[in-house]
């Protein structure tokens, strides 16, 4: 027996109310057969239509709550850096936070580097190698300009003073299947991490 379903932000129409509940008699005009139509909307069928939608709305909010936003992504990479399993590290933990274009260059510049100090020279989260952190904060995502290659894309800044100077980095996230993950991290200098990785070792 076919099913429908509705989705989430489904226009709930009589037509699609019917066609839920006795799909059967999906090609009943309301107007010509007012009789038959209501008894078609027993108690059974609308509990088990609400049912259903109660579900697909559930499923949905599970989803959005799993998925951080593009903040508590960035806030969520600083705890793990400085924590036993530092992605930047443990490079298997990496794709839950950097795109994959971003990631590949990445593992790139690791692989080349075999052990070795790389195309990094510094901590690419602080955009240094002294560090001392004070006055540390992460705002809000604000519009990167459109539409990106894989989604919409956002910036994120965090802001921190280093050694007493204050200093900026800006996060550059894009909006995967996955959900968001950091594209580019742009600094002060006018560098960013993708043209430090895509450079020459």
């Known amino acids: 027996m076919s099913r429908h379903c509705f989705s989430v932000g489904e226009s709930l ?15 009943i005009n309301l107007l010509d057969s007012p009789r038959l139509a209501l008894r078609q909307f027993s ?3 609308i509990h088990a ?6 579900r697909s709305f559930l499923t949905a909010a599970i989803s959005s709550a799993a998925d951080p936003s593009a903040k508590d992504l960035v806030a969520k990479l600083y705890q793990v850096h400085h924590s036993k399993h530092d992605p930047l590290d443990e490079t298997q933990l990496l ?3 950097f795109d994959a274009a971003l990631l590949k260059l990445y593992l790139k510049d690791k692989r080349e580097a075999k052990g070795e100090v790389g195309r990094l020279d510094g901590d690419p989260l602080y955009n240094a190698q002294d560090i001392q952190i004070k006055d540390f904060s992460i705002s809000a995502p604000e519009s990167a300009g459109g539409p990106s290659r ?4 956002t910036r994120v800044t965090v802001h921190f003073k280093n050694l007493g100077q204050p200093a900026r980095v800006i996060y550059v996230l894009s909006r995967t299947s996955d959900g968001w993950r950091i594209s ?10 993708k043209k430090i990785l895509e450079g020459k070792l």
């Open 150 to 153: 894989t989604g919409i894309e």
């Open 43 to 45: 108690h059974k069928n």
């Open 95 to 97: 794709g839950r936070y």
């Open 13 to 27: 129409n009589a037509s699609s109310f019917l066609r839920a509940i006795n799909p059967q008699h999906s090609t």
């Open 184 to 193: 580019d991290i742009r600094y002060d200098d006018g560098s960013s991490l």
């Open 49 to 54: 239509l609400f049912a259903r939608a109660a």
